[in-house]
């Protein structure tokens, strides 16, 4: 079944910028490896060896944590066993790390994975969905005590002190959203289109969207009211994820700097790349982004903006690593990244309207 001519016009609208996106990163990341000394990076990289094996080993750790976490929202009778959904995040992943603009590609990529192995989509996608919300919150907890940290801690040149500010409220607002629209189930999407459609801008097509998003949100708040006693278990796997994540820069830095580094430095460099993951998941492997932020705050730290810089790479290049993985799992199911993505938005429009249909029975 080949792609709608909707599809196609919506993803040839997305390339283009998305292209830009990727080949801005590249020339930012050429010119801060320049800045840092070409030949003090590739030192730096050598002092690693065989220890980026450990390192890779972390980031796979870091990988299955969050695996568990999406097994864990999944809701009766629909489950999803480690094996297969580890397999599907890494296809997913890797989709939305290869794609120029993957973010809309990877979690429908995941869900559309999992839905191979006999589970629905919309049970897939769902969990998907739930499980971003707690990773969302995690982060957001963990970004304002880095930025807090690091305001409390060191003298910051203006432009490092002014965006902490901003991480700081950005972060306290997000979490009090958030807990208000889990306490109160408020279908905020909903009814923002309600609100359009009542003023006849495409009123036809807001309906359909309404009706699927009104049953998505209706899953959401459902596990949530439904499934508090997987709380705990859930909201633990994403506190692993950071502390792994903190893990990894510390044996990095050390390994980069010859000496031991202190807790609280792996800590900031980890929060500072949630920062820089979060807001620039457009920009392919966020290049030239991350050697810019890890430099600058290496600089901050003392460490130097070489190191900071390295760190980057090293980043990049696990994350290069489980790419490779995530694609070789693909290939192996006899797909390609262009294929998978067109199937999940597929399966994810067909799941949504589906439910909606559904619902509109059951309402008559």
Not at 128 to 145: H, K, T
Not at 147 to 158: D, G, V
Not at 202 to 218: D, I, P, T
Request: glycine share 8%; net charge positive; with cysteine.
């Amino acid at each position: 079944m080949g792609e709608s001519p909707k599809e196609v016009k919506s993803r040839s609208r997305l390339a283009p910028a998305g292209l830009v996106f990727a080949a801005a990163g590249l020339v930012l990341f050429a010119y801060f490896v320049w800045r840092a000394g070409p030949g003090e990076v590739w030192s730096n990289i050598t002092q690693i060896g065989w220890w980026f094996a450990p390192i890779l080993l972390l980031a796979g750790l870091r990988f299955a944590v969050r695996v568990r976490a999406w097994t864990l929202c999944f809701e009766e009778p629909h489950r999803l066993g480690f094996v297969e959904a580890f397999k599907a995040y890494l296809i997913g992943d890797a989709a939305g790390n290869v794609v120029p603009l993957g973010i809309v590609v990877s979690e429908p990529t995941k869900a559309a994975m999992a839905s191979r192995r006999g589970v629905p989509f919309a049970a897939t996608f769902s969990a998907i969905a739930v499980e971003n919300i707690f990773y969302m919150l995690s982060v957001a907890l963990f970004i304002f005590s880095g930025a807090a940290a690091l305001l409390i801690a060191f003298p910051l040149p203006k432009v490092l002190r002014y965006s902490s500010y901003g991480i700081v409220v950005g972060a306290v607002i997000f979490v009090a959203f958030a807990a208000y629209a889990l306490r109160r189930e408020w279908r905020f999407f909903s009814a923002t289109l309600r609100w359009t459609a009542a003023r006849g801008l495409g009123r036809k097509a807001l309906e359909r969207r309404l009706a699927r998003v009104g049953s998505f949100e209706e899953r959401i708040y459902g596990f949530y009211s439904r499934n508090r006693r997987r709380f705990p278990g859930i909201l633990l796997c994403e506190a692993l994820f950071h502390l792994l994540g903190v893990a990894e820069g510390y044996l990095t830095i050390w390994l980069i700097d010859g000496n031991r580094p202190s807790v609280l430095a792996a800590f900031l460099f980890e929060s500072v790349n949630r920062v820089i993951t979060v807001v620039f998941k457009f920009v392919p492997l966020r290049a030239g982004i991350d050697e810019l932020g890890t430099g600058k705050l290496a600089q901050v730290l003392a460490f130097g903006v070489a190191a900071g810089v390295t760190l980057a790479i090293v980043r990049k290049a696990r994350m290069l690593f489980w790419m490779a993985v995530g694609v070789v799992l693909l290939l192996a199911r006899g797909l390609t990244l262009r294929t998978v993505a067109a199937e999940a938005e597929r399966a994810q429009a067909a799941a949504l309207g589906e439910k909606a249909r559904a619902d509109a029975v059951t309402e008559t």
